[in-house]
């Protein structure tokens, strides 16, 4: 059995079985997680999501629709989806050396406002893109 698939389906199925809508703060840190379960999404209450030091390479969109979120920390990981330029902050490496943790904090806050910004950018432009071959399809 695949260990990255193994962990993915335990992270999917303690969401839907605990139903974790009132838990804050979930930290899988260094857990060599590749992919983050779009169950991600019903946990209503989460505000922070602790994911450095792991494999993923793409944030789900729905992450972006995730109200309460306020502090995602996906440092360390090789993430392509969405570009890191998009939404990372240069000032972090040198603030986490500087171990000024409240400015760090900040910044992670400040990083996650973005990717949320930028997952429901691209979401509107699926939508729309859809809508769009739909129309053509119909005429």
């Known amino acids: 059995m695949n260990y990255e698939r193994a962990v993915m389906r335990a992270i999917a199925d303690v969401v839907k079985v605990l139903q974790l809508d009132t838990l804050e703060y979930l930290d899988l840190k ?3 997680i590749e992919v983050l379960p779009d169950d991600l999404s019903k946990m209503a209450s989460l505000k922070v999501l602790a994911l450095q030091s792991n494999r993923i390479s793409k944030i789900p969109i729905c992450v972006g629709q995730m109200e309460s979120l306020i502090h995602v920390n996906a440092r ?3 993430i392509a989806f969405p570009p890191k330029h998009q939404w990372t902050l240069p000032d972090l490496e040198s603030t ?19 990717l949320k ?15 769009a ?3 053509c399809e119909t005429s």
């Open 30 to 32: 260094v857990n060599r």
């Open 117 to 131: 910004a930028v997952l429901q950018q691209y979401l509107r432009n699926a939508r729309q893109e859809a809508a």
């Open 96 to 114: 986490a050396q500087d171990g000024d943790k409240e400015k760090g904090d900040a910044i992670i806050m400040a990083e996650t406002v973005r």
């Open 76 to 78: 360390k990981n090789p």
């Open 133 to 135: 071959e739909l129309r």
